[in-house]
């Protein structure tokens, strides 16, 4: 497997994104999975998902944000403090959670002690909290605004030709990790959650351009492959976002494959296409609006719960592990109905709370995923599954 999948992975920086800027290209940090990444790719620039990966600590987090909030969003704007993020030339914030709002205006706050930590580019992009006529409309307003002022600030025109191209390129991308989610899922699956996540994550930081070939080759490696997880309780990984590899690790140290996610970095940022016959806002938004939906969407708890039924049934899984970021409301209040029904399915599933990334107490979960594994035949066999 190409080493860059790992370092992209686990690294804030990596060989491609040096070898970009090289050229004299711009990239645009983001926070979500609702920006629409074309829009940026379209201008001749690479989108970047920020991660707070590698943060051992969140003491400049903490002076702006307090005790009582998510560790990721302090995780993001730590490394921000420590000038790790100095190779982007914009960012663009999204209010996903009250957690991550904050994140906009804590960073610029944050600039005033940390001089020069701010991009150049900074734009707060709105995106609706329903799925529904009048919200689209709204939405394909903001992308529409968003492309003004990349254009504006950056002296580009992002024409009707490379919008087209970027959408193509997408689709493009989505089509493949979907390939990649099947094999995955696979009964005998040649490749672990691990390794899999790891070049899913790739893609986050690396312009698609160059991700594409190399993903389609790991493809091409992965299909030759023997059968390496036989035999393995199969788990889906649901929950608050997973952007990097200590908690997968954690989970299959103890035998299990995580074969199947519901995650923001995993299978939820690549559902869904955009209609490549008519590149518009409209269309746009509406790809980014409906896929997957996130807990931050109302009243859509019914399609997440039939999409972890969907992928249940697809991977085969044994057992669900919902975690949840200490302080993540959305995800730690609905992670208590996911599990109450699965549990009347007669589905092994456990709950965890964690601290964010490297900054988890490891041991703790250790314990607590170990015993569940241990316990999922004898569960299975007591209650079936519906």
């Given at each position: 497997?190409?080493?860059?999948?790992?370092?992209?992975?686990?690294?804030?920086?990596?060989?491609?994104?040096?070898?970009?800027?090289?050229?004299?290209k711009?990239?645009?940090?983001?926070?979500?999975?609702?920006?629409?990444?074309?829009?940026?790719?379209?201008a001749?620039?690479?989108?970047?998902?920020?991660?707070?990966?590698?943060?051992?600590?969140?003491?400049i987090?903490?002076?702006?944000?307090?005790?009582?909030?998510?560790?990721?969003?302090?995780?993001?704007?730590?490394?921000?403090?420590?000038?790790?993020?100095?190779?982007?030339?914009?960012?663009v914030m999204?209010?996903?959670?009250?957690?991550?709002?904050?994140?906009?205006?804590c960073?610029?706050?944050?600039?005033?002690d940390?001089p020069?930590?701010?991009?150049?580019?900074w734009?707060?992009?709105?995106?609706?909290?329903?799925?529904?006529?009048?919200?689209?409309?709204?939405?394909?307003?903001?992308?529409?605004?968003?492309?003004?002022?990349?254009e504006?600030?950056?002296?580009?025109?992002?024409?009707?030709?490379?919008?087209?191209k970027?959408?193509?390129?997408?689709?493009?991308?989505?089509?493949l990790?979907?390939?990649l989610?099947?094999?995955r899922?696979?009964?005998?699956?040649?490749?672990?959650?691990?390794?899999?996540?790891?070049?899913?994550?790739?893609?986050?930081?690396?312009?698609?351009e160059?991700?594409n070939?190399?993903?389609?080759?790991?493809?091409?490696e992965?299909?030759?492959?023997?059968?390496?997880h036989?035999g393995?309780?199969?788990?889906?990984?649901?929950g608050?976002?997973?952007?990097?590899?200590?908690?997968?690790?954690?989970?299959?140290?103890?035998g299990?494959?995580?074969v199947?996610?519901?995650?923001?970095?995993?299978?939820?940022?690549?559902?869904?296409?955009?209609?490549?016959?008519?590149?518009?806002?409209?269309?746009?938004?509406?790809?980014?609006?409906?896929?997957?939906?996130?807990?931050?969407?109302?009243g859509?708890?019914k399609?997440?719960?039939?999409l972890?039924?969907?992928?249940?049934?697809l991977a085969?899984v044994?057992?669900v592990?919902?975690?949840?970021i200490?302080?993540?409301?959305?995800?730690?209040?609905?992670?208590?109905?996911?599990?109450?029904?699965?549990e009347?399915?007669?589905?092994p599933?456990?709950?965890?709370?964690?601290?964010?990334g490297?900054?988890?107490?490891?041991?703790r979960?250790r314990?607590?995923?170990?015993?569940?594994?241990?316990?999922?035949?004898?569960?299975?066999?007591?209650?079936?599954?519906?």
């Open positions: 497997m190409n080493p860059i999948f790992e370092e992209a992975a686990d690294h804030v920086d990596n060989q491609v994104i040096r070898e970009w800027k090289a050229q004299g711009k990239v645009i940090g983001h926070t979500c999975s609702h920006v629409p990444e074309e829009i940026i790719s379209a001749g620039m690479m989108p970047y998902r920020l991660r707070g990966i590698e943060s051992e600590s969140t003491s987090g903490d002076t702006y944000f307090g005790p009582f909030i998510c560790s990721c969003p302090k995780a993001i704007l730590q490394k921000a403090g420590e000038g790790a993020f100095n190779f982007l030339d914009g960012a999204v209010q996903s959670c009250d957690s991550m709002r904050r994140l906009d205006e960073w610029r706050a944050a600039n005033d940390y020069g930590i701010l991009p150049g580019f734009h707060y992009l709105g995106v609706p909290h329903k799925a529904v006529d009048y919200s689209l409309k709204w939405f394909s307003e903001e992308i529409e605004m968003f492309k003004k002022h990349i504006e600030h950056f002296n580009v025109t992002i024409t009707e030709e490379n919008l087209r970027s959408i193509t390129l997408y689709n493009e991308t989505r089509d990790l979907k390939e989610d099947e094999v899922g696979m009964e005998n699956t040649p490749v672990s959650g691990q390794e899999a996540m790891n070049i899913i994550l790739a893609g986050t930081a690396m312009p698609k160059v991700y070939p190399l993903l389609r080759e790991a493809l091409d992965l299909k030759a492959r023997p059968a390496h036989g393995k309780k199969r788990i889906l990984l649901g608050s976002v997973v952007d990097d590899q200590s908690l997968i690790s954690v989970i299959e140290a103890e299990a494959v995580v199947a996610d519901t995650v923001c970095f995993g299978s939820r940022s690549f559902e869904g296409m955009v209609p490549e016959d008519s590149p518009t806002m409209l269309t746009i938004a509406g790809r980014y609006l409906h896929h997957q939906f996130c807990p931050r969407m109302f859509h708890y399609d997440r719960m039939a972890i039924k969907q992928k249940m049934e085969k044994d057992g592990i919902l975690q949840n200490r302080f993540c409301d959305l995800h730690g209040s609905e992670n208590g109905l996911f599990e109450a029904e699965l009347s399915m007669g589905v599933a456990i709950r965890l709370e964690r601290e964010y490297a900054m988890a107490d490891e041991g979960l314990m607590r995923i170990g015993a569940f594994l241990e316990s999922i035949p004898e569960r299975r066999t007591e209650k079936p599954a519906a």
